[in-house]
């Protein structure tokens, strides 16, 4: 700071004209003017001192000022986090309660989850117990009966069967919904934990926010204490103006100002820290607030998870109550035994239709050949009459009309045009014996049952369609035949042949017959050749699909290697169209692939690839999840 000059007082001016007067008298003494200038110069430096002083003290009240404005700007500050603490605080003890209602509430679902279970697994003993108490009593049933009635008792077997087997899929559903319903359990439970080591942290945060807010306040009284000390030296330095010490103990208090202006910038940072802090608490709000978003979502599932259990009991009440039925007394086993017996008599039934039928298809295979043979003897009379025909040329050129000539070439051309017609359906008669009866077409229906169905083909339609035809034709023959007869009978008699004798009327049935008859053959012919084409695309597509070779065989579906033909799967083809693996040496040492692959996701593919793989050398690493 540099020190300036001032203008004197008005005291030390009329001294030092007085003085100077005295100075100028030629009377006074030359030692008079030097004391005139040391007085002048003390009198300089002490004015100088002074100004600095009120300088000081001007910057020091004006600093204090400000102190002050910021000290009651942080008040406020204080106050409005103080404010917005305990409506922190308030919020979080209510969180509190709403987690301690929530936890209680899980924890009696837990219950009642368990409750459940243990119920569901009693139940499941309870009818497997009953279950075998039922095979024992039906094994005994057995050995009393007769071997007849042994037949009745597999079938009931096979219906127990399938019960045990709807059991097992009941018991791995429960399994699963409760395997699931633990672990979204413990999943709230961790996440639970979570929240409360949260909390905890929050709490923490909030007890160094407390700390924080002492030391505010021991601050606050430090700046009070520091207020009065500025005043009490306010008042010191108006007494103590004069004196030289009094500079000593301002820059001392200098000093102290500074050391506040310190603490005052760490409250700031402080501040700052503290509306950090702040932030992230609102910022563990919302993530508070999400999570209860997720605990309601739990609820809701534990909650779907009961109504699944709860329908799973249902369907364990059923089949209680169908066991109980059926253990209930022997009335029960007897209505069984006679339902039993209706079924074989309608097996007997159906089986004596088949008899029947093969019996009608062997009928019809030999009338098939009697109409073989019928056709034979029709050639041989058709020979027969072309040589009686040749004879009657003799005796018909006595009808000399141009009218009985014309007809009677009309007549052989209609004979000829019949024998030319039945050379016609002996040719597709013997294509038909090419083409065997009932052969089987193999149609894969991937939208319904994705397995291979077995369809009759249509070839035995198409031959009652020609036998039809030829019965029709036979008619016709028998018919001409007649009419021969007849002329000949004129012509022996010597009686005249009249023109309505002569005239056939082809029927408009047989032209459209023979329409009919040449582009059916016409449609076979293309059926054939297209079903051998799709029946090559079909085999060659599900060779390369499945690497192996497939052939049917009385409802079992074989599927052999294209490497060594001794390696083989066989498939049974149930009534619903689905495919059952059988047992064979190739099958054996893959019991892990059919159980991940067939028994769990049920993909008789995925099984086929994993052999394929394996018979490549490939190793496949199954994970079990």
Avoid at 111 to 136: A, C, F, P, V
Avoid at 280 to 296: A, G, N, T
Avoid at 344 to 369: M, Y
Wanted: proline share 1%.
């Amino acid at each position: 700071m540099s020190l300036c000059r001032t203008p004197v007082n008005q005291n030390t001016k009329r001294k030092l004209e007085v003085d100077f007067d005295e100075a100028q008298e030629p009377n006074e003494m030359p030692n008079t003017s030097k004391k005139l200038n040391a007085s002048i110069n003390k009198s300089d430096s002490e004015n100088q001192k002074n100004q600095i002083n009120k300088f000081n003290t001007n910057i020091l009240e004006s600093e204090i000022k400000s102190s002050v404005f910021k000290i009651a700007t942080l008040e406020q500050q204080l106050m409005s986090e103080k404010n917005e603490r305990t409506k922190l605080e308030m919020e979080f003890k209510s969180y509190k309660e709403k987690q301690a209602d929530e936890l209680q509430n899980i924890q009696e679902m837990k219950k009642q989850l368990e409750s459940s279970l243990k119920n569901s697994k009693t139940n499941e003993k309870l009818i497997i117990s009953e279950m075998e108490h039922m095979r024992g009593q039906m094994d005994v049933y057995d050995k009393e009966k007769l071997p007849e009635k042994e037949k009745e008792i597999k079938s009931l077997k096979a219906q127990i069967e399938n019960l045990n087997e709807e059991i097992e899929c009941l018991k791995s559903k429960t399994e699963k919904s409760n395997i699931d319903s633990k672990f979204d359990i413990e999943s709230y439970e961790l996440k639970l934990s979570q929240y409360q080591e949260e909390i905890s942290n929050l709490n923490g945060k909030l007890r160094n926010y407390e700390e924080i807010s002492k030391n505010l306040e021991q601050i606050k009284k430090e700046n009070c204490l520091l207020n009065n000390k500025i005043r009490d030296l306010k008042n010191e330095n108006s007494k103590l103006s004069d004196n030289a010490q009094y500079f000593d103990k301002y820059i001392h208090q200098n000093n102290k100002t500074e050391e506040l202006d310190r603490e005052n910038r760490k409250l700031k940072s402080e501040l700052e820290y503290y509306k950090a802090i702040q932030e992230k608490s609102h910022l563990y709000q919302e993530e508070l607030e999400s999570k209860k978003k997720q605990v309601e979502r739990a609820e809701k599932r534990l909650v779907d998870s009961q109504v699944e259990n709860h329908n799973l009991n249902d369907q364990l009440n059923k089949l209680q109550s169908n066991y109980e039925k059926l253990k209930a007394s022997n009335p029960m086993i007897d209505q069984l035994k006679n339902m039993i017996n209706d079924l074989n008599d309608e097996v007997s039934k159906i089986k004596e239709k088949n008899r029947l039928s093969q019996e009608e298809n062997k009928k019809l295979k030999n009338s098939l050949g009697e109409k073989d043979s019928e056709i034979n003897e029709i050639n041989r009379r058709v020979t027969r009459l072309n040589t009686e025909r040749n004879a009657y040329k003799n005796l018909l050129d006595m009808y000399e009309s141009g009218n009985g000539n014309s007809e009677i070439d009309n007549l052989k051309n209609r004979i000829e045009n019949q024998e030319r017609i039945i050379d016609e359906y002996k040719k597709a008669l013997n294509e038909s014996d090419n083409i065997k009866f009932g052969e089987n077409i193999f149609q894969l229906n991937k939208d319904k049952y994705k397995s291979v169905e077995i369809q009759a083909n249509l070839t035995g339609e198409i031959y009652s369609i020609y036998e039809s035809k030829i019965e029709v034709l036979n008619s016709e023959l028998q018919e001409m035949r007649v009419k021969y007869k007849q002329l000949e009978d004129k012509v022996l008699q010597g009686l005249e042949i009249s023109r309505e004798d002569l005239i056939q009327t082809k029927s408009e049935d047989a032209q459209v017959l023979e329409i009919k008859l040449k582009e059916q053959a016409s449609m076979n012919q293309k059926h054939v050749s297209e079903f051998k084409k799709k029946a090559l695309e079909i085999t060659r597509i599900i060779r390369s699909l499945l690497g192996f070779k497939i052939n049917f065989e009385d409802k079992m579906v074989k599927l052999t290697s294209h490497k060594n033909s001794d390696d083989f799967i066989l498939f049974r083809v149930n009534p619903d169209c689905s495919l059952s693996l059988k047992s064979s040496d190739f099958v054996k040492p893959y019991t892990e692939m059919i159980e991940i692959f067939i028994k769990k996701h049920n993909s008789i593919t995925a099984f086929l690839a994993a052999i394929y793989f394996d018979s490549i050398g490939l190793n496949l690493q199954i994970t079990h999840k």
